[in-house]
């Protein structure tokens, strides 16, 4: 991960390992050995031994502040600019405008279909008999968690977001449902989830089983 700051720089690396010194100079390497000084060899370092005891606090790697600070504002741009927000450039920085957050659409989506669904409409006629169930705001909730409807493109949508986007990272179905329970709520839902993360074909390529 520091790679870029590494190349055509010379610098050292510092080890609680004491044989780790001789490694450049001895003469015979093992297999392993050898695969990591094929690796290795692209950088301009010596290894100093450094007793672990010593070592109380890690100094991290010293880097230009420059390149740092221009690398963190291409970053803050960047993300900004996946979430549609504009920036006016003054003479003396930027200013942030236009930003408005709002529900996402599915959750309008589930709020506005929710007696459209047969069984949901169901529970609803005879809430006084489900006491796990209850309407806040005239939205229908399982105890905490909001109802959706039987839906398939509102439920895909909702899987799709909580496994598929950048910040879910593809977790897996035990996961992905642990997260999911926590506010939403239908039929056969565990098992719908697992059906969904075995159709991800990142899944199948990056998760497969040895």
Same mark, same amino acid.
């Not at 790679?3 to 100079?25: A, I, M, P, T, W």
């Not at 950088?43 to 672990?52: A, E, L, Q, S, V």
């Not at 969904?196 to 990142?202: E, H, K, L």
């Given at each position: 991960?520091w790679?870029? =700051?590494?190349y055509g720089?010379? +610098?050292e690396?510092?080890?609680?390992? $004491?044989?780790?010194?001789?490694?450049?100079? #001895?003469?015979?390497l093992?297999?392993?050995? $050898?695969? !990591?000084m094929?690796y %290795?060899k692209? =950088?301009? +370092?010596?290894?100093k031994?450094?007793?672990?005891k010593?070592?109380?606090?890690?100094?991290?790697?010293?880097?230009?502040?420059?390149?740092?600070?221009?690398?963190?504002?291409?970053?803050?741009?960047? #993300?900004?600019?996946?979430?549609?927000?504009n920036?006016?450039?003054?003479?003396?920085?930027?200013?942030?405008a236009?930003?408005?957050?709002?529900?996402?659409?599915? %959750? $309008?989506?589930i709020?506005d279909?929710?007696?459209?669904?047969?069984?949901?409409?169901?529970?609803?006629?005879? %809430?006084?008999?489900?006491?796990?169930?209850?309407?806040?705001d005239?939205?229908l909730f399982y105890r905490?968690r909001l109802?959706?409807?039987? %839906?398939e493109?509102?439920?895909?949508?909702?899987?799709?977001?909580?496994?598929?986007t950048k =910040?879910?990272?593809?977790?897996?179905?035990t996961?992905? =449902? #642990?997260?999911l329970?926590?506010? +939403? !709520? !239908?039929n056969?839902?565990k098992?719908?989830?697992?059906?969904?993360?075995?159709?991800c074909?990142?899944?199948?390529l990056?998760k497969?089983?040895?």
């Amino acid at each position: 991960m520091w790679r870029h =700051y590494l190349y055509g720089e010379k +610098f050292e690396v510092h080890s609680d390992h $004491r044989s780790l010194q001789y490694l450049f100079s #001895q003469k015979e390497l093992n297999m392993r050995q $050898r695969r !990591w000084m094929e690796y %290795i060899k692209d =950088y301009d +370092f010596p290894i100093k031994y450094h007793p672990g005891k010593a070592n109380v606090v890690a100094d991290a790697l010293s880097r230009k502040s420059a390149s740092v600070a221009s690398l963190r504002v291409m970053c803050f741009f960047q #993300q900004f600019e996946e979430l549609g927000v504009n920036f006016q450039p003054l003479s003396e920085g930027v200013m942030l405008a236009n930003m408005s957050v709002s529900e996402p659409s599915f %959750i $309008r989506k589930i709020k506005d279909n929710q007696l459209q669904d047969p069984e949901l409409a169901k529970i609803s006629e005879h %809430i006084v008999e489900r006491p796990d169930f209850r309407f806040v705001d005239g939205v229908l909730f399982y105890r905490d968690r909001l109802c959706v409807p039987n %839906i398939e493109d509102l439920k895909n949508d909702i899987m799709t977001e909580a496994h598929s986007t950048k =910040y879910s990272m593809h977790p897996g179905s035990t996961k992905m =449902y #642990q997260n999911l329970k926590g506010r +939403f !709520w !239908w039929n056969n839902m565990k098992r719908e989830i697992a059906a969904f993360v075995s159709r991800c074909m990142t899944c199948q390529l990056v998760k497969a089983e040895h």
